[in-house]
């Protein structure tokens, strides 16, 4: 039995020994599958890492505690509304000892009527203007203060239904009648976001998909077995995610869809290719179909692993996790693919084939992986009867215009990268729903009856060998408070003198001795401050607590926001405010400050996602360009046919900036994805391409062949694809969002590059061929080294 023969049927026999496998694995995966959870990644994971924006946020939940509040008001909610205390007290009887959800809780009024009591004893005039824009609404809307316990941050599903639960015992008010801010809030809205997701995306997705494959194919049996392949590879990425405890975050929640939408295609193509080899075989068509597309199919799965796991040089986790898991998920869907196929297709396909199909009068290849050879008496210009005669004519336009179309391309990519280079990135969470969703709403009326919703930390530090006694610490302090209060973009401040009496600044004697009093009693308040998380002592420093309120609304990014605080605590250090404040005091001041939060965090993620943008594009390309080098034996021919895979994203990015949009964190995810996934294509392209000019056509021919046998099926995967992608431009979470309209962009475009562009690159005198004594061996260079 000749070796080719022998393949064939070996790979017969593992294909039916590994359905038998698979079928006795089904109700593992199916058990794994079904147990999946849902979740975000904690604040933490989104934090940059190996950054000090991340040090320094560290140090200050090490130094004052968590700084994730969710504060819960509704529409009629005032100072003096009884319910505020109900709905204290009813989720206090909720709690479990032994599991406490909540760390803390207070209401807007007991805030207030703190400093009215002794011993501040606050006029309730002067009381409301420090609480107000953050305890307090100018409208005197109120509210409830709840700070979660770790385990409450962890369960944050079960702590968001507790407060929804206890709401609904309250008389005269109703879970749909709160209105939730903070990060709490918005890290489950993000994992509801990502279940609804899950429960109403996936399975359209995988339908259109379907629909799709069976247009494309004009066959039922085909969609049928193309389902099964492409259905258990997203069975097996979602069980392999749930068997190593991962979280379906709403990063990774397009996962499945991913692996689902590239088994479909790469299945698509081998059912191209099981039609190809039904020409000159009647028997094993599926393992001959494997053989003769396994080198392009093996290279593009490698090449889109590689571009997945270029997003491992992330500095956020979540990007990272989403990189390994979806390069592993292929890798394994791919490997599921090749074994099942042979046996599969056969089932279905092959007598529906072989009744289409009648054997072309040409002898068979003695090799699996090599094309037929044509009849020696065919003409040259009919160098293979299945050239199409529309691939006939479209060469030939190609070539007519290939110095055209190869400048128009170049030009096209020069001037998208340019734009490329000033695209802006975004992670404020306003920006991650539809305006109209109710998260976006309850954010906005919070906004304008409480106040801004959004913190940046001001750290102002006192090294104690400076020897400034707390009194002179606590006048800076106010000055600060009170030039921060002036800012237009900054609502309320709460620091250590919202909770201290007003300090004395004049000189009479009245105030000289309250002054004198207060001097004294000032370290006696230490504790309380601390207690409330103002106020932080180290060996060698003080470290006092400013929390300035901003807007989460504004148009004003997260870096322009904690900018503007920074400018108004440095005019003080300066004495650089206005004359009211300027008191008569050393100058530069004797305090340092340093600014963090979750704002600031935010926006050090922001800087952080161009950074990986960059960085996963480039370890992309440098990963996937040896790849193609391999493939065209050339350097010069790599970077050449590595043109239109850079081009889908070049020009999405570019027109992205060009048109001033914003990526978010699925832009991170699509640069790296998008370019493996553009190769698959590309490498089926030149493969064929490359055997039809060892075989002994010229350019022009074997282009023609190429698009005759490889176009059809290179659209149809396209299609497929973007079909797959479409239901997820619902999704709630506007991430998702554009990942799929990114996704759906770049693989629209790059299959121009691939059938416009490319032919024309390799058509142009920098497509030359140089054909070496093997006929087997092909070489493209420029035309000086021709």
């Given amino acids: 039995m000749p070796k080719s023969q022998q393949q064939v049927e070996q790979l017969h026999k593992w294909s039916r020994w590994s359905i038998l496998i698979l079928l006795c694995s089904l109700p593992a995966i199916l058990y794994a599958a079904s147990h999946i959870k849902i979740g975000s990644a904690s604040a933490h994971a989104w934090l940059p890492e190996g950054r000090p ?18 504060v819960v008001s509704w529409e009629g909610c005032k100072i003096n509304d009884p319910r505020l205390s109900l709905l204290k007290n009813k989720l206090l009887e909720l709690e479990d000892p032994k599991q406490p959800l909540i760390d803390s809780i207070e209401t807007s009024r007991e805030i207030f009527a703190s400093l009215l009591a002794p011993p501040l004893s606050l006029s309730a005039r002067t009381a409301f203007e420090r609480l107000q824009g953050s305890v307090v609404g100018n409208d005197g809307t109120a509210a409830l203060f709840i700070r979660f316990s770790p385990y409450g941050v962890a369960q944050q599903k079960v702590s968001i239904d507790r407060v929804r639960e206890a709401a609904d015992q309250v008389k005269g008010l109703k879970r749909s009648d709160l209105r939730m801010v903070g990060s709490i809030y918005e890290a489950f809205a993000v994992d509801e976001a990502a279940e609804n997701s899950l429960k109403r995306l996936v399975i359209p997705s995988s339908l259109l998909g379907i629909i799709l494959a069976w247009l494309c194919l004009r066959s039922v049996r085909a969609a049928v077995a193309v389902l099964i392949i492409a259905g258990l590879g997203q069975l097996i990425a979602i069980a392999i995610v749930s068997a190593t405890g991962g979280i379906f975050s709403a990063v990774l929640i397009v996962l499945p869809t991913l692996v689902f939408m590239l088994t479909l295609s790469a299945a698509v193509h081998f059912m191209n290719y099981y039609s190809d080899v039904a020409h000159w075989s009647r028997d094993r068509l599926g393992a001959r179909a494997i053989l003769l597309g396994l080198k392009p199919s093996v290279l593009a799965t490698l090449t889109t692993s590689l571009g997945m796991i270029a997003l491992a040089t992330s500095q956020l986790s979540p990007v990272r996790t989403f990189g390994l898991y979806s390069a592993t998920t292929l890798c394994i869907a791919t490997v599921v693919l090749l074994l099942v196929f042979p046996q599969l297709a056969d089932w279905f396909c092959q007598k529906q084939v072989l009744a289409k199909h009648t054997p072309l009068p040409s002898t068979p290849p003695t090799d699996p992986f090599e094309i037929p050879a044509p009849l020696p008496t065919q003409p040259l210009d009919h160098h293979s009867i299945s050239v199409a005669p529309w691939a006939t004519h479209y060469t030939r336009w190609i070539k007519h215009n290939t110095i055209t179309i190869s400048v128009a391309g170049i030009s096209l990519l020069l001037f998208s990268f340019y734009g490329l280079l000033h695209l802006k990135s975004s992670t404020k969470f306003d920006d991650m729903f539809p305006k109209g969703s109710n998260t976006v709403r309850s954010m906005a009326w919070m906004e304008n009856h409480l106040g801004p919703i959004a913190s940046v930390e001001v750290l102002v530090i006192f090294e104690k060998d400076a020897n400034v006694d707390p009194y002179r610490q606590i006048e800076w302090i106010d000055r600060i408070v009170k030039h921060l209060r002036e800012q237009p973009d900054i609502g309320g401040v709460i620091a250590a003198t919202t909770f201290l009496p007003e300090i004395p600044t004049s000189g009479t004697i009245r105030d000289v001795a309250r002054r004198s009093v207060f001097q004294n009693e000032i370290p006696k308040t230490f504790p309380m401050l601390t207690e409330k998380g103002l106020l932080s002592e180290r060996k060698t420093q003080h470290i006092w607590r400013l929390t300035t309120k901003v807007s989460a609304l504004s148009k004003l990014n ?56 960059g960085a996963s594009f480039s370890t992309a390309f440098l990963l996937i360009m040896p790849v193609m080098i391999l493939i065209a034996r050339g350097l010069r021919a790599g970077l050449l046919i590595m043109i239109p895979n850079v081009l889908p994203e070049t020009i999405v990015f570019g027109s992205m900036a060009w048109l001033g949009y914003s990526i978010d964190i699925a832009g991170i995810l699509t640069a790296s994805v998008a370019m493996g996934i553009a190769v698959n294509d590309t490498l089926h392209f030149v ?100």
């Fill in 53 to 70: 924006e991340r040090t320094r946020y560290e140090q200050f939940i090490e130094a004052f505690g968590s700084d994730q509040y969710m």
């Fill in 687 to 786: 493969n064929w391409y490359s055997r039809r000019l060892a075989l002994g056509d010229n350019q022009e021919e074997a282009i023609a062949d190429t698009f005759s046998n490889c176009a059809k099926a290179m659209v149809h995967t396209m299609l497929i694809s973007c079909c797959s992608m479409l239901p997820f431009m619902f999704a709630e979470f506007n991430p998702t969002r554009q990942f799929a309209i990114l996704m759906i962009a770049m693989m629209s475009s790059s299959i121009l590059g691939d059938l416009v562009l490319l032919p024309a690159l390799l058509l142009s005198p920098l497509g030359r061929e140089k054909r070496s004594q093997q006929p087997t061996q092909l070489q493209l260079t420029t035309s000086a080294g021709s």
């Fill in 558 to 613: 997260y870096g322009e926001l904690t900018r503007k605080v920074n400018l108004a605590v440095w005019a003080v250090r300066e004495g650089k405010t206005t004359p009211n404040l300027n008191f008569s005091a050393e100058t530069p001041a004797p305090f340092t400050a340093e600014f963090t939060g979750l704002s600031p965090i935010m926006h050090d993620t922001q800087l952080a996602l161009l950074d990986d943008l």
